[in-house]
């Protein structure tokens, strides 16, 4: 069964640092992965998709990579802001279904 | 983009009522919808899986008799947590999913169970 570990499980940064999320999941046979965003007590709000052909996706201070090979991705956010403050989910989509992993508590400190 | 709106999105109730959740696609036909349970500081677990005018699917451990699934129609699901107790307290999110499209979620559903 596919396992999606993200770390770290929280990270507390000073507004304006670059950070790296990182997940790892255990199967590579995926179709794609995808890095949401979840604000406390809401719903999930997609930031980056890759597809499991591509190696990077980015969007505006995002940007997302993707090693199926080795089973890790990572999402690097530049010159964080306190806005940025939120969980991130790593999910990847492979048998018909998401495998969501664990999340990264972000704090970004004014 | 794709909106999918869940309804109520936060209810509390006593032990033993039976509390229904609504996920329903504003704009766009939702042919599969999925149903995931959040507990604090975990990660999504999908519960069921159900496609428009079929039974759903549901993942190993979770009670079909306890959680109740209908998707009757293109836009809309419900899941009902039937004599729901304090352990069934819990985020509850939707997703759906047109034909050859990603999931769109919804914005979830807090239930506690007093």
């Known amino acids: ?110 | 983009g794709a909106v999918v709106s869940q309804h109520p999105s936060w209810v509390i109730c006593k032990s033993g009522t039976s509390v229904k959740i609504e996920c329903r696609s504003l704009d766009f036909q939702a042919t599969t919808m999925f149903w995931y349970r959040q507990f604090p500081k975990q990660s999504l677990m999908l519960m069921a899986t159900s496609n428009e005018g079929s039974k759903a699917t549901y993942e190993q451990g979770v009670e079909k008799d306890k959680f109740l699934i209908n998707h009757a129609s293109l836009t809309l699901s419900t899941l009902t947590v039937t004599s729901a107790h304090p352990e069934d307290s819990s985020f509850y999110i939707c997703s759906a999913q047109g034909s050859n499209q990603p999931q769109h979620f919804g914005d979830g559903t807090r239930l506690s169970i007093l």
Not at chain 1, 23 to 52: E, H, M, V
Not at chain 1, 56 to 83: M, V, W
């Open chain 1, 1 to 110: 069964k596919q396992e999606v570990t993200q770390i770290p499980a929280a990270l507390s940064v000073p507004e304006g640092e670059n950070l790296v999320l990182n997940c790892s999941f255990t199967d590579s046979a995926i179709y794609n992965l995808q890095w949401f965003r979840q604000d406390p007590g809401k719903g999930l709000t997609s930031l980056l998709l890759i597809q499991s052909s591509q190696r990077e996706q980015t969007s505006g201070r995002l940007n997302a990579s993707l090693d199926k090979s080795s089973g890790r991705s990572t999402l690097y956010i530049a010159a964080s802001q306190p806005g940025d403050s939120a969980t991130y989910l790593c999910a990847v989509y492979g048998g018909n279904q998401f495998y969501f992993g664990t999340g990264t508590s972000l704090t970004v400190i004014p």
